[in-house]
């Protein structure tokens, strides 16, 4: 979380606007204090109530727009209260935003002139009347005080139009017209302009025509709500959801949602995947976070170098995509290669040191398949297709790649059957005190032993289950497998850890599951621990921070695994309740040797002592590493010099029957 993202998060938990976010049924996924407060319910245990049941009116309104209704709550009666709500797509949630309106909606629409020209203005609230035969508008002190206007300037209509933004100028003279034509109050909101012309507010404003015995419009009264900052909040939330957090682009939510859009209205177009080239090279030699300045680097190239209708965003790791309406096949690839042959030339300048990245790019045209998915998983298959080609190229769909697709398919089912059949297993990575030389843990490590050729490593099936959803059920099985070891060996000394995906952060229902274990098995849940890698827990921060709050109060270990691998990985330390820190291998590699990765590994070490976290150094190869983070302070290490994985069964089950101290 950046320090932008925390000022955010303090906003959404200080605002006296209510917001909740929940699924396609109006159960709670979330809800700010305000709304708690609003619904009589506790915050802790919001999640899974019915929106609808606690507040009737919340999906009466239009999707997008605010309505102003009265209504009886549950905890304070009855109130008027400003409702809008949106969907949040492609997910089935949907974001609720509630205004209380009350203090001043009883009162205000019956005020007369002089009462307007009196009225106080104790928050955000305002009263106008329009005297329709002088035209002459009379503003209380909250109006003027809102708009900057000192007591004695005149104000006409004219002059109350020209405060409001050019934009909103016709909805706001359709609706008054309207009103005045009809005699029913009015509504709507608009943006407004200060008399210095810069500072710019949002305004609520509702009201009612008064008439004389003839039925003739003579006034109109209204009141107008600051709401500003509800409105900045409300974008917040939505950008938030749908931008990249390093980039700053439209994050894969976004741009999904995007291209479904252009599909259903039966535009033409094509669908551009970009990816770099050996970007695990780049994290490898020079670090994640130079990996992370290179992905920036690349989306201001690509950004800069697009028209201004096509749409950029990350969908993901180091996979970027552009939606580009109204081009047809060849104007797509042409465009493609322009951009791969910018990109191959942009110096990427960091600590002295040129680093030049090429791409290898995908087309697949909007017609190629019916739904946003198979355009989708097309230009996926074109971009393979670069890639097996030599890379730094740009390949059009062609229905010929679907044996590539047939390979990944063959690779799930393998899995499938694998994990139906038992022939996954698990083998375990020993945490060690280098003090003593003693086992601490195993971190478990994922093996697919169903003697098929050709034999399938974790890096060749592991990123294809990520894409689909089997990889949810490995994760369970992993979680299951440990705890019924655990169970089966209730020695003390064995403690395994279990790594998390970060699809399976998203999983509501995953912390239910590792609780029910842990008590139906009747383990101490302290033997168990849980890894979130940081790049995990920074694109689903919110989920990872769910989870490790339940299984923490729970008892369970936490621990942030590639620590430092990414920018605003101390930010992370304040909002995610771990355990503890497996120090990211990038700094263990050369810490016999770099001055620089010991003063980093200190700077861990200190931040993690005063916090009391546990620390982990990973890749430790060989005997000077182990010195050196010995005189750093570090106790606990893993890495083929102190250990490999060997079988789950071999460590638990030794010929004496005795378990590895």
Same mark, same amino acid.
């Given at each position: ?310 749409? =950029?965003? &990350? #969908?993901?790791? !180091? ?5 580009? %309406? $109204?081009?047809?096949?060849?104007? +797509?690839? @042409? /465009? ?108 478990? =490590?994922? &093996? #697919?032993?169903? !003697? ?5 490593? %974790? $890096?060749?099936?592991?990123?294809? +289950?990520? @894409? /689909? ?111 503890? #820190?497996?120090? !990211? ?77």
């Amino acid at each position: 979380m950046t320090g932008d993202d925390s000022v955010q998060h303090t906003v959404l938990h200080h605002t006296d606007v209510g917001f909740a976010i929940t699924d396609s049924r109006g159960r709670l996924r979330w809800v700010n204090p305000a709304m708690a407060e609003l619904l009589g319910i506790d915050e802790a245990h919001a999640r899974g109530r019915s929106l609808p049941a606690l507040l009737p009116a919340a999906w009466e309104g239009a999707e997008g727009t605010s309505t102003v209704q009265r209504l009886t709550t549950t905890n304070r009666g009855v109130r008027w209260l400003e409702i809008n709500w949106h969907p949040l797509p492609p997910s089935d949630a949907h974001l609720c935003r509630v205004v209380d309106l009350t203090g001043s909606r009883q009162e205000e629409l019956e005020v007369g002139s002089e009462t307007t020209r009196r009225s106080p203005e104790r928050s955000r609230m305002g009263n106008w009347e329009w005297v329709i035969a002088e035209d002459r508008v009379v503003w209380s002190e909250g109006m003027r005080e809102m708009s900057g206007y000192p007591a004695d300037a005149e104000i006409d209509y004219d002059a109350f139009m020209r405060m409001i933004h050019p934009d909103d100028v016709a909805l706001v003279t359709r609706v008054l017209t309207r009103s005045l034509g009809t005699g029913e109050p009015f509504t709507y909101i608009h943006r407004a302009r200060g008399a210095d012309a810069t500072d710019v507010r949002v305004f609520e404003c509702f009201g009612e025509v008064i008439t004389d015995d003839d039925g003739k419009p003579v006034r109109l009264v209204g009141s107008a709500h600051d709401i500003t900052q509800a409105h900045e909040v409300h974008h917040e939330l939505r950008r938030m959801a749908e931008e990249d957090p390093l980039t700053g682009l439209p994050n894969r939510r976004a741009l999904t949602a995007r291209l479904e859009r252009e599909i259903a209205s039966g535009a033409r177009g094509a669908l551009v995947v970009i990816d770099l080239d050996n970007f695990k090279d780049v994290n490898d030699l020079r670090g994640h976070m130079v990996g992370d300045r290179v992905m920036c680097a690349l989306a201001t190239a690509l950004r800069n170098r697009l028209p201004e209708n096509h749409y =950029l965003g &990350r #969908l993901g790791g !180091d996979e970027f995509a552009v939606v580009m %309406p $109204g081009v047809d096949q060849a104007l +797509a690839k @042409r /465009t493609a290669q322009q951009l791969a042959a910018a990109v191959a030339t942009i110096p990427v300048a960091v600590a002295g040191v040129t680093i030049r990245v090429t791409v290898s790019t995908g087309v697949a045209p909007f017609d190629s398949g019916p739904t946003w998915e198979a355009v989708l998983a097309n230009a996926d298959l074109a971009l393979y297709a670069s890639k097996g080609a030599g890379r730094n190229r740009v390949t059009v769909y062609d229905p010929g790649h679907y044996a590539d697709t047939a390979k990944r398919v063959a690779v799930l089912e393998r899995l499938r059957t694998a994990l139906t059949d038992g022939h996954l297993a698990l083998h375990g990575m020993p945490m060690v005190d280098l003090r003593t030389g003693r086992t601490l843990g195993y971190e478990l =490590l994922l &093996r #697919l032993e169903d !003697d098929l050729l050709p034999r399938l490593g %974790p $890096g060749d099936f592991l990123p294809d +289950a990520e @894409r /689909t959803d089997l990889i949810l059920n490995i994760d369970r099985w992993v979680l299951g497998q440990a705890v019924d070891t655990l169970a089966a060996h209730p020695d003390p000394g064995l403690r395994l850890d279990v790594n998390v995906s970060g699809r399976t952060l998203d999983d509501e229902e995953f912390g239910d599951f590792v609780l029910d274990r842990i008590r139906s098995s009747d383990v101490p849940p302290g033997r168990l621990g849980l890894e979130i890698t940081e790049t995990a827990a920074l694109t689903n921060l919110d989920a990872a921070r769910h989870l490790a709050t339940r299984l923490r109060e729970a008892g369970c270990r936490i621990t942030l695994d590639d620590f430092g691998s990414g920018f605003g990985s101390f930010v992370h330390l304040k909002h995610l309740p771990i355990t503890g #820190l497996k120090i !990211d291998g990038e700094f263990v590699r050369g810490i016999d040797r770099s001055t620089t990765d010991s003063v980093l590994v200190t700077g861990i070490m200190e931040i993690a002592n005063g916090l009391g976290l546990t620390t982990v150094a990973e890749w430790v190869e060989r005997p000077s590493q182990v010195n050196a983070l010995t005189r750093l302070g570090v106790e606990v290490a893993q890495g083929f010099h102190l250990g490999k994985p060997k079988p789950l069964s071999a460590i638990v089950l030794r010929p004496n029957g005795v378990l590895p101290r």
